[in-house]
């Protein structure tokens, strides 16, 4: 048996190119209509994808540059469960501004009315902006975030036990339910007090798919401990590995079995009948992308003056990473870029617009499975979280050329093999958090 690809959908306004909606042929009218949502979803489920993905944003930044959000997620989600049959929703919902109650109350709504299909990808944010939003003068700071994550986590998962699977009875001539089944969590912790137990019944997954996107150390660590499944960010293959190895072997500390929790880069795609094509589509887009505003963005994230540099010129040669004294990480990205791309300046600014240090793959459709095929081979990638840089016509490039190539190669799957998101995203192998009375410790895998 070959392993097989898991694929995600990441939905973004018009798409994650930022000049996107820019184009005269973008949905930019429609970001407020359902339709326009459950149609995506639709695309998505017909390319028998394992999940569409809301991220969201608590704060407007730079509104004249293109919406990024629109439509509350969970909202939009369970309104295109009613659209769709079999495809995941997952959504990002923040440990940092939600309590343990509320999010675990939203999240097993969504999971009864999809019929087991939510997803939870677990955040911390991180803007200031944000944080003013909800009270705060400035976000806490990062380890106070994640051992507030961590605790939030717990409790989510002993308020989703806390309804044993049997615990409804429905006895029109008796009871309702069977109390002795239904348990207080009683939590106090560093963070919250919570008594439960949770206002919703235990849902058809007993709990949603948990989704982990850190890359720093406590995010790592929070993946390897608790998540299903791990968004990740790598722009190359060897980035990608080095990721991989580090993740999976944490997995292994953490007494969990590392290929039952899939890793998932984001992956941005051109999709062409020839390269030249597919280059045409990415320059296209580029050209429409605010000049000015872009390169004072390369320049901060440079700390070269870039007003003078020719757009249809290569990239000038930059300081090596040790010589940088600002954020290193997007200047490592940028860096790998220009090692492996060598593109113009203009290309690397649309490469940057769309997807930032996520993969790019630009090609036929043949070409572009090729190089999925190398990652998940290389131990890279056990799947992708797909960023089309347009919508919808990104996503039903990839949905109907290059989903039917992985399928003829036994790389992706014909048919879902379950009905829950779960049941087609996690390897068998995965222990999976259930509902068994009171556990308030219980940890995914």
């Known amino acids: ?83 769709t049959e079999h495809i995941g929703l997952v959504t990002t919902v923040s440990t940092t501004f939600y309590t343990p109650f509320h999010a675990a109350r939203l999240l097993a709504s969504l999971d009864h009315i999809s019929g087991g299909r939510a997803g939870w990808n677990v955040v911390t944010s991180m803007f200031d902006q944000e944080a003013r939003n909800h009270g705060l003068d400035t976000m806490p700071d990062h380890a106070t975030r994640y051992a507030r994550a961590d605790e939030f986590v717990d409790v989510a998962l002993a308020l989703w036990n806390s309804w044993s699977v049997d615990a409804l009875i429905l006895d029109r001539d008796g009871a309702f339910a069977d109390a002795g089944k239904i348990h207080a969590i009683d939590h106090h912790g560093a963070n919250f007090r919570v008594d439960g137990p949770l206002t919703v019944p235990h849902s058809p997954q007993g709990a949603p798919v948990l989704f982990q996107a850190g890359a720093s150390e406590q995010g790592r660590e929070l993946a390897a401990r608790r998540a299903e499944a791990i968004y990740s960010v790598a722009y190359d293959l ?73 757009l249809d010129s290569p990239v000038p040669e930059l300081p090596p990473l040790e010589e940088f004294t600002g954020p290193q990480g997007r200047y490592s990205t940028i860096l790998r870029i220009v090692e492996k791309d060598s593109p113009t300046v203009r290309e690397l600014l649309g490469t940057l617009a769309a997807g930032g240090g996520h993969a790019t793959m630009i090609g036929t459709p043949e070409s572009i499975a090729d190089e999925m095929e190398t990652w998940l081979v290389g131990a890279g990638a056990d799947g992708f979280n797909l960023m089309p840089p347009t919508y919808p016509q990104g996503l039903e490039d990839f949905v109907d050329q290059v989903i039917p190539i992985l399928q003829q190669r036994g790389l992706f799957r014909r048919e879902y093999e379950g009905t829950t998101l779960r049941d087609n995203l996690v390897s068998p192998a995965t222990t999976a958090p259930r509902s068994r009375g009171h556990a308030p410790t219980a940890h995914p895998g």
Not at 63 to 82: Q, V
Not at 260 to 277: R, W
Request: hydrophobic fraction near 40%; proline fraction near 6%; glycine fraction near 8%.
């Open 238 to 310: 060897p980035s990608a590995q080095a990721y991989y190895r580090d993740v999976k072997a944490r997995i292994g500390r953490a007494g969990r079995e590392p290929d039952s929790v899939p890793i998932m880069p984001g992956l941005v795609t051109y999709v062409g009948s020839s390269a030249a094509e597919a280059r045409a589509k990415k320059a296209e887009l580029d050209l429409l992308l605010p000049t000015a505003q872009s390169i004072a963005q390369l320049s901060l994230f440079t700390g070269q003056n870039c007003q003078d540099w020719d």
């Open 1 to 83: 048996m070959r392993r097989q690809l898991r694929l995600g959908a990441f939905l973004l306004g018009c798409g994650h190119h930022s000049a996107a909606w820019r184009h005269p042929e973008s949905p930019v009218e429609r970001l407020g209509e359902i339709t326009y949502y459950e149609e995506l979803a639709g695309t998505a489920e017909r390319g028998k994808l394992d999940a569409v993905f809301f991220a969201d944003g608590h704060s407007v930044r730079e509104p004249e540059a293109g919406a990024s959000w629109f439509l509350e997620p969970i909202t939009a989600l369970t309104a295109m469960a009613r659209a």
